[in-house]
């Protein structure tokens, strides 16, 4: 079955630095997205990612964070200057068009940021 | 965006079926009702999606009734495995999937 695949499972770093959380997305998918997910709570949205550009965001995505598709199968998840508060684990996700409803997304395995 | 009310927590036993309800008042038209399940320290995992009536498939059943005000998913006969959060959401248009608090399902035996 296809997947989303996430790496690192895990980084650890130090506050201020920068950190890219990449993902590929299943191959014939055209939606893409972050979400994470602070320890004990819920899954939050954090931004599509559509033909290229940016569909939709929350107001959690800031100018600290940028995603990017550097080539046809990778898109990656930029945090720069990292804060204490960016401690979590981040989701990736994809979904292929569909003519009704949202369809189905497939979630990565995450990416566990820890910030120090 | 509409916005989705689940209970906290339910508790079960092994073989039951358990029925959790969402609440969605402010639901448009074009929207759908689409069920997520999540294991602890794991991405969410897509249960089912339906519009109108009821939907079936290996997993679940999903009843919505005819003001699509509410949904219920329905797990019959679950497992200890089954125990997870369980989250509702109500998706249009756009690219803005918006997971709430969910609920809590805890199977025991």
């Known amino acids: 079955e296809p997947e989303v695949t996430q790496t690192p499972s895990h980084q650890v770093t130090q506050m201020g630095q920068e950190v890219i959380l990449r993902c590929v997305p299943i191959?014939?998918?055209?939606?893409f997205y972050w979400y994470r997910q602070i320890l004990g709570q819920k899954v939050e949205f954090l931004v599509s990612f559509y033909n290229n550009e940016i569909s939709e965001k929350s107001e959690i995505f800031d100018d600290q964070f940028s995603v990017e598709r550097p080539d046809g199968s990778n898109f990656t998840l930029k945090i720069r200057s990292t804060k204490l508060e960016d401690s979590a684990m981040y989701f990736c996700?994809?979904?292929?068009?569909?003519?009704?409803?949202?369809?189905?997304?497939?979630f990565g395995e995450g990416s566990r940021l820890t910030v120090l | 965006l509409a916005k989705t009310t689940q209970p906290i927590s339910m508790d079960s036993y092994e073989g039951q079926e358990v029925n959790i309800t969402c609440s969605h008042n402010n639901i448009a038209t074009n929207d759908y009702i689409t069920w997520y399940q999540q294991f602890p320290s794991q991405g969410p995992r897509f249960i089912i999606q339906?519009?109108?009536t009821k939907v079936t498939n290996e997993v679940a059943s999903l009843f919505i009734p005819a003001d699509r005000k509410s949904s219920t998913l329905s797990l019959p006969r679950v497992s200890l495995s089954d125990t997870a959060v369980y989250y509702c959401l109500v998706v249009g248009y756009g690219n803005k999937l918006v997971f709430g608090a969910g609920t809590i399902l805890r199977v025991k035996s």
């Open positions: 339906g519009y109108k």
């Open positions: 191959s014939n998918h055209l939606y």
């Open positions: 996700a994809s979904r292929a068009p569909t003519s009704g409803g949202a369809g189905e997304l497939f």
